[in-house]
Each structure stands twice: as structure tokens, then as C-alpha cells.
């Protein structure tokens, strides 16, 4: 009598069993390293998943811009309002006004058009005594810059020649 005979072997799914076991741990155990890296860095993935996926967007971001991202820096570049020109040209004056007081007065003369013109409720500066200096000239021109810029870009040009 053989011993296959016995009445616990008899399925033959029983007999391949244990067969199959050790033919998955002989594929198992050369690959038991990287499966356990590759679990402890999927276990780190999930514990930190904030930071793992501004991670992931940052590399996307930086392989590939969205494109309203680019739209918004030439639309930024090309638009320029009349206010951030006047700002613009007015800064440049103070800029050389020391040096080219002409070019400094053209400029805020530029910069006085090219703003928006308010309706002021003030009235013009009285005619006073003729003021001499350029300082005096130019406090009262930041004075009322504000609100009667054409004035006050007058008088920063009479400064400018004074």
C-alpha cells in the first residue's frame, strides 16, 4: 500500500498546495526588500498625505505652468493704468529732479495728463505774493497735486526755471 493512499491526500488540490507555497516563498524571498520599501514608503505617503501631494503639484508646476498662469503674467506686463503711469512718471521725477529739474517738470507735466481728472469743489490757488524760491513752488505743487494737478504742474515748472 502506498502511502498517497491515505484519506487526507486524496484530493489532488490538496497534494499542490504546499507545492505552490514553496514556489510563491522562493519568488517571495529575493523580493522581500523591495516590497518592504516599497510599503514603508507607501506608509510614509499616506501618514504625511498634505506634504506629499503639494509635492506632487510642485513638480507638476514646474515641468508644466498652467496656462492661466501664464496668460495673467502678459496680461500684468501689457496693461498699465493711467494712475500706475502717472505714479510711474511722477516717481521718475523725484528721481532726477535734482539733477535735470527741466526733464523733472516735462515729466510731471506728462504725469498731470496722463491721470485721471477729478472734479475738484476747491477753488484755484489765490494769486498771492510771487512765491521766489523752487522749494516754496514745489511744497505748494505737492499741496494741491491731488487735486488740481494741471496746476500744480505749472507751478513745478516755474520751480524748475526759478
Do not use: D, H
Given at each position: 500500500m502506498?502511502?498517497?493512499?491515505?484519506?487526507s491526500?486524496?484530493n489532488?488540490?490538496?497534494?499542490?498546495?504546499?507545492?505552490?507555497?514553496?514556489?510563491?516563498g522562493?519568488?517571495?524571498?529575493p523580493?522581500r526588500?523591495?516590497?518592504?520599501?516599497?510599503?514603508?514608503?507607501?506608509a510614509?505617503?499616506?501618514?504625511?498625505?498634505?506634504?506629499?501631494?503639494?509635492?506632487?503639484?510642485?513638480?507638476?508646476?514646474?515641468?508644466?505652468?498652467?496656462?492661466?498662469?501664464?496668460?495673467?503674467k502678459?496680461s500684468?506686463?501689457?496693461?498699465?493704468?493711467?494712475?500706475?503711469?502717472?505714479?510711474?512718471?511722477?516717481?521718475?521725477?523725484?528721481?532726477?529732479?535734482?539733477?535735470?529739474?527741466?526733464?523733472?517738470?516735462?515729466?510731471?507735466?506728462?504725469?498731470?495728463?496722463?491721470?485721471?481728472?477729478?472734479i475738484?469743489?476747491?477753488?484755484?490757488?489765490?494769486?498771492?505774493?510771487?512765491v521766489?524760491?523752487?522749494?516754496?513752488?514745489?511744497?505748494?505743487?505737492?499741496?494741491?497735486?491731488?487735486?488740481?494737478p494741471?496746476?500744480?504742474?505749472?507751478?513745478?515748472?516755474?520751480?524748475?526755471?526759478?
Open positions: 502506498s502511502t498517497l493512499s491515505n484519506n491526500y486524496t489532488p488540490a490538496l497534494i499542490a498546495v504546499p507545492a505552490v507555497l514553496a514556489a510563491i522562493l519568488a517571495y524571498t523580493a526588500p523591495a516590497i518592504i520599501a516599497v510599503a514603508a514608503v507607501v510614509l505617503a499616506v501618514l504625511f498625505k498634505p506634504l506629499t501631494l503639494s509635492l506632487l503639484r510642485t513638480v507638476l508646476l514646474a515641468i508644466t505652468p498652467s496656462a492661466s498662469v501664464a496668460v495673467a502678459k500684468a506686463v501689457a496693461v498699465a493704468s493711467p494712475v500706475q503711469t502717472a505714479f510711474a512718471l511722477n516717481r521718475k521725477a523725484n528721481q532726477i529732479a535734482q539733477t535735470q529739474p527741466a526733464l523733472a517738470a516735462e515729466l510731471r507735466m506728462r504725469a498731470a495728463y496722463s491721470a485721471p481728472q477729478r475738484s469743489k476747491r477753488v484755484a490757488v489765490p494769486a498771492q505774493a510771487p521766489q524760491t523752487a522749494f516754496a513752488l514745489n511744497r505748494k505743487a505737492n499741496q494741491i497735486a491731488q487735486t488740481q494741471e496746476l500744480a504742474a505749472k507751478l513745478r515748472m516755474q520751480a524748475a526755471y526759478a
